[in-house]
């Protein structure tokens, strides 16, 4: 079994910052990759950003220049700061973590409320 939590959504007004945080665990001998995805109501699940095993890190051209995703000490957690928000990016925020057979575990996700 594989858990995946995410931490530090919230209200915030618009220019303001927020951090999210996730961390995966259970039965993880090793991790391809982690990110953020978000759906909006109404709107389809969409890519925030990525980070893989050897540090690549890939972005939605929407948060480009704003978000910032990293790795914490452990190779299981990840974060995403998240600066200028928009109210479009007003969202539940899900982490995920993909191991080496290419499953992917999701967590419960985190609403991101951005008040303009």
């Known amino acids: 079994q594989v858990q995946v939590e995410e931490t530090g959504g919230g209200l915030v007004q618009a220019g303001g910052s927020l951090r999210l945080s996730c961390a995966a665990s259970?039965?993880?001998?090793?991790?391809?990759?982690m990110g953020w995805h978000r759906q909006a109501p109404g709107k389809q699940r969409e890519l925030v950003a990525s980070?893989?095993?050897?540090?690549?890190?890939n972005y939605a051209d929407s948060v480009k220049d704003r978000f910032t995703i990293s790795r914490g000490d452990a190779e299981n957690t990840v974060f995403l700061q998240m600066n200028s928000l928009k109210p479009e990016d007003t969202a539940v925020y899900y982490c995920?973590?993909?191991?080496?057979?290419?499953?992917?575990?999701w967590g419960q996700g985190t609403q991101v409320t951005v008040s303009s």
């Open positions: 995920y973590t993909m191991v080496p057979s290419r499953r992917i575990y």
């Open positions: 259970g039965s993880i001998f090793s991790i391809n990759a």
């Open positions: 980070i893989a095993k050897g540090g690549s890190t």
